[in-house]
């Protein structure tokens, strides 16, 4: 399975092991979204805990709200967007 980057870290609150699967774009789509989300659904399926990540300088239309709607992170411009990141952190609690 090939993605843009791969990263794997802990947790601090609990030390839980995550891998972020990172997909980046200049400008980033609805299509870059959705690929994040199904690799990470993929590695979610062997049982590893991952966050679905779309990282870009520009965000084309749509393409912020359908990462919301997929759990996706939104890293804009070299920075997350905070909301995303708690709610995509919630939707992986739900599951494990």
């Known amino acids: 399975m090939a993605a843009d980057l791969f990263w794997k870290g802990r947790r601090r609150e609990n030390g839980d092991e995550i891998v972020l699967v990172v997909e980046v774009s200049w400008l980033v789509e609805k299509h870059d979204v959705?690929?994040?989300?199904?690799?990470?659904?993929?590695?979610?399926?062997?049982?590893?805990?991952?966050?679905p990540v779309a990282a870009g300088e520009v965000w084309g239309e749509g393409a912020k709200s359908h990462a919301r709607l997929f759990g996706v992170v939104i890293f804009?411009?070299?920075l997350p967007d905070e909301a995303s990141w708690q709610e995509a952190l919630e939707s992986i609690e739900a599951i494990y």
């Open 34 to 51: 959705e690929r994040a989300e199904r690799r990470a659904k993929i590695l979610r399926r062997i049982g590893m805990r991952t966050l």
């Open 76 to 78: 804009e411009d070299g």
